[in-house]
C-alpha cells in the first residue's frame, strides 16, 4: 500500500523537526557538561580578612581538589559549597566541621559519600568556615 504524499511529508517534518530541535539539544547538553567541572558560578568578594586568607589557603590545600575554586563544586566529584543548600541556617558551621573531621554519608548530592579530611585540624577547619562563608554572603547565600 502506498502511502499518500502528504502523509510522507508530514512524517518527514516530524523526524526532521525531532532531529534539529530535540536531538542536538540533548547532544550539546551531554557534551557540554564534563567531570570536573565548576558547578556555579561564584561571585568572589572584594578583599578577605586575615582569617578569611588563611582559610582560602587551607581550603585550596584540603577542599578545592573535590569542592572546586572557591567552593564552585566539580560536576562528577564533589557538590558546590557555595549553593543555597549550606547556607548556615541550614547546614551550620558545626557541619562543616563534622564533615571534615569524620566525613558524612551523601544526603542532598549523588556524589557519594565525603570521607574525613586528612591531617585537618580545628583551627583549619574554623578558617576554612570563615572563608566559604564570606564568599556564600557575597553570593546572597545568608
Excluded at 564533589?78 to 549550606?86: E, S, T
Aim: glycine content about 10%; charged content about 15%; aromatic content about 8%.
Amino acid at each position: 500500500m502506498r502511502m499518500p504524499i502528504s502523509l510522507s511529508a508530514f512524517s518527514l517534518l516530524i523526524v526532521g523537526g525531532w532531529w534539529m530541535f530535540l536531538k542536538p539539544q540533548a547532544l550539546t547538553e551531554q557534551t557540554s557538561t564534563m567531570e570536573g567541572t565548576a558547578m556555579v558560578e561564584v561571585i568572589l568578594p572584594a578583599s578577605f580578612t586575615a582569617q578569611e586568607q588563611m582559610g582560602e589557603t587551607a581550603f585550596n590545600a584540603k577542599c578545592a581538589a573535590c569542592h572546586g575554586q572557591s567552593g564552585a563544586g566539580r560536576d562528577g566529584i564533589a557538590p558546590p559549597l557555595i549553593h543555597k543548600i549550606y547556607e548556615p541556617s541550614h547546614h551550620g558551621d558545626m557541619s562543616f566541621q563534622m564533615a571534615a573531621l569524620n566525613g558524612v554519608r551523601a544526603h542532598h548530592w549523588p556524589f557519594g559519600n565525603m570521607p574525613a579530611v586528612e591531617d585537618i585540624t580545628g583551627s583549619d577547619i574554623a578558617n576554612i568556615t570563615a572563608y566559604v562563608r564570606t564568599i556564600q554572603r557575597t553570593n546572597g547565600i545568608n
